[in-house]
T-cell receptor
Framework: DTEVTQTPKHLVMGMTNKKSLKCEQH?????MYWYKQKAKKPPELMFV???????INESVPSRFSPECPNSSLLNLHLHALQPEDSALYLC??????????????FGDGTRLSIL | GESVGLHLPTLSVQEGDNSIINCAYS??????FIWYKQESGKGPQFIID?????DKRQGQRVTVLLNKTVKHLSLQIAATQPGDSAVYFC??????????FGQGTILTVHP
């Protein structure tokens, strides 16, 4: 079982809907990440939070809005998505890379389908 | 731009054989490398990592080799088992936490 929990596992939404993806970890990690993974492709970084502050935004469209309410939780708010946004959304956590790099641990993702 | 890529997209082996998965990277700023295993319907699972000041690291049944001169990374799996069948990704990291993944290799282990 993964130590990073993502909910829901599956989500189907229309282009006008607003929904949120949730991620939780209890490993004491202070860095959390959102990735997008299309079928048969590698994960692509979207956002990085370090000590609950957004540190990297990989030029993600504003219809994706991340939020880090506390050190254990990471949300991704979705609004007015496009069909091409259908993908597996992965959350990961690690110790912040302020010293020696630490591996990122991934959840099993939310499979998102936009109708 | 930075990229981390693989030589071969698929690898098919017999159970008990040793497997070698290769990866080439182009970003000299990467100072940390990780191998992940991703099974169908799951997220990437950490296998082993190596820092850029090392050239070899061993784990349980796995070895990672790093050749910075030619920017090449490999994952060796000893006595490959059917449960090792998955997609394997290499990833390069920098000191500010950004990971860039390679394209992935599909490993199929035949009983």
């Amino acid at each position: 079982d993964t130590e990073v929990t993502q909910t829901p596992k599956h989500l189907v939404m229309g282009m006008t809907n607003k929904k949120s993806l949730k991620c939780e970890q209890h490993m004491g990690h202070r860095a959390m990440y959102w990735y997008k993974q299309k079928a048969k492709k590698p994960p692509e970084l979207m956002f990085v939070y370090s000590y609950e502050k957004l540190s990297i935004n990989e030029s993600v469209p504003s219809r994706f809005s991340p939020e880090c309410p506390n050190s254990s939780l990471l949300n991704l708010h979705l609004h007015a998505l496009q069909p091409e946004d259908s993908a597996l959304y992965l959350c990961a956590s690690s110790q912040p890379a302020t010293g020696p790099n630490q591996p990122q641990h991934f959840g099993d993702g939310t499979r998102l389908s936009i109708l | 731009g930075e990229s981390v890529g693989l030589h071969l997209p698929t690898l098919s082996v017999q159970e008990g054989d040793n497997s070698i998965i290769n990866c080439a990277y182009s970003n000299s700023a990467s100072d940390y490398f990780i191998w992940y295993k991703q099974e169908s319907g799951k997220g990437p699972q950490f296998i082993i990592d190596i820092r850029s000041n090392m050239d070899k690291r061993q784990g349980q049944r796995v070895t990672v080799l790093l050749n910075k001169t030619v920017k090449h990374l490999s994952l060796q799996i000893a006595a490959t088992q059917p449960g090792d069948s998955a997609v394997y990704f290499c990833a390069g990291g920098t000191s500010y936490g950004k990971l860039t993944f390679g394209q992935g290799t599909i490993l199929t282990v035949h009983p």
